[in-house]
């Protein structure tokens, strides 16, 4: 039930007309409960994990320099930067930014991304310079 839920409130508390990134950063803070933490972000953002399906860390696809295009390591396909001052459209819908989400995280973390973690990662690649 938990499962369903999350996704439900976070479209609410996200404004489903959001169209900035401050504003889906706003709706994730809300549902998170707390505030972001970019310092947290770029933790996860460059951290190694053992539990994902296909990759140990978001490194190996969008490259360790977030304003870089990265590559997919299976499909080879580019991947647009994924740094708000590379790619000023990225974080700014939230259906985008949570389809992303629950495709990357269990393939690298090897399960959901917690609201905080959301929070926190996109807070990150808002405040890259």
């Known amino acids: 039930m938990k499962r369903l839920l999350l996704p439900a409130l976070l479209c609410a508390a996200m404004n489903v007309q959001a169209d900035t990134p401050q504003q889906v950063l706003?709706?994730?803070?809300?549902?998170?409960?707390?505030?972001a933490l970019p310092?947290?972000?770029e933790k996860l953002f460059r951290g190694k994990f053992s539990g994902g399906k296909s990759a140990e860390s978001c490194t190996a696809?969008?490259?360790?320099?977030?304003?870089a295009v990265g590559?997919?390591?299976?499909?080879?396909?580019?991947?647009?930067?994924?740094?708000?001052?590379?790619?000023r459209d990225r974080f700014s819908d939230p259906a985008k930014?949570?389809?992303?989400?629950?495709?990357?995280?269990?393939?690298?973390?090897?399960?959901?991304?917690?609201?905080?973690?959301?929070?926190?990662?996109v807070a990150y690649m808002i405040s890259v310079k």
């Open 26 to 35: 706003a709706g994730l803070i809300t549902v998170a409960g707390g505030k």
């Open 39 to 41: 310092s947290q972000g």
């Open 61 to 67: 696809c969008h490259s360790d320099d977030p304003k």
């Open 71 to 87: 590559q997919h390591i299976k499909t080879h396909k580019a991947i647009d930067p994924i740094a708000l001052v590379a790619q």
């Open 97 to 121: 930014v949570e389809k992303w989400f629950r495709r990357n995280c269990p393939e690298v973390l090897g399960r959901a991304c917690t609201p905080q973690e959301k929070a926190d990662f």
